[in-house]
């Protein structure tokens, strides 16, 4: 899977992807995360990505010309790749986007590429939108000051879905939100050595070896998720 981010704040992004699982799945190649500076799409001196809104208001918008640049762009780079037909997927994250989820996730898992634009100060000319966004998704009912934070979750929350990124895709299927019967079941309490600490004990069940026992005790412990 590829994924590329656009965003005006490239250095916010380049670090974050290289720890842990995502980190291993990135160096071995079975996701491949770009981040891309808007401003190397721009073609005047001063590499201006932003401008006033029409009719007025407080802020400012991420102009057109760029983000349509970076998009024909980052598609057609991935359409060259040889016998590959690279479905590019538009996501423009925005607090005004459909509510994120593990389904979506899921879903989103399954693609060959994403494209991800990051807005800024008060969001993206709606042209932009309109003609080459295809799916938006908000991270949530709050306003945060950029897209950057919405990219790393979203990343984040994707790239643990492909398979070969985790492991063993087995661990997916127990994982909070996971099960596609009952979205709103949790993961059980878990504990870890030592089975006894300051007087505190594990639960007994765990520690018997009998695993029909442990599974059906763990499955009596998936709490529910309230909204
Ligand atoms: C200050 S916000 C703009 C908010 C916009 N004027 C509104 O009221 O919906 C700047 C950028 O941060 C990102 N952003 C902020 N909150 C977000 C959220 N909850 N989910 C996804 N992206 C968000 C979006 O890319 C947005 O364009």
Request: glycine share 8%; hydrophobic share 35%; proline share 5%.
């Amino acid at each position: 899977m590829k994924i590329d981010i656009i965003t005006i704040f490239p250095e916010m992004l380049n670090k974050v992807f290289s720890f842990g699982i995502l980190g291993k799945a990135i160096e071995k190649r079975i996701v491949d995360v770009k981040i891309h500076d808007l401003r190397d799409f721009t073609d005047d001196k001063h590499k201006k990505v932003d401008d006033r809104p029409f009719g007025g208001g407080p802020g400012m918008i991420l102009k057109p010309e760029p983000l349509f640049k970076a998009i024909e762009y980052l598609k057609k780079q991935r359409e060259t790749k040889k016998d590959q037909s690279y479905d590019s997927h538009v996501i423009f994250l925005t607090p005004q986007g459909k509510s994120y989820s593990q389904e979506i996730a899921e879903g989103l898992s399954k693609l060959n590429h994403i494209i991800l634009i990051c807005g800024r100060y008060e969001g993206i000319d709606q042209r932009v939108r309109d003609e080459l966004v295809d799916e938006e998704i908000s991270i949530g009912n709050y306003v945060l000051s950029g897209g950057e934070i919405p990219a790393m979750v979203l990343v984040d929350s994707v790239a643990r879905l492909v398979p070969g990124v985790i492991g063993n895709e087995e661990f997916n299927k127990d994982e909070s939100f996971s099960d596609p019967n009952n979205r709103t079941k949790l993961d059980y309490p878990q504990y870890t050595r030592p089975s006894e600490y300051k007087g505190l004990k594990i639960p007994e069940v765990l520690q018997s070896g009998n695993h029909s026992e442990i599974n059906k005790w763990r499955k009596s412990k998936k709490t529910t998720f309230l909204t």
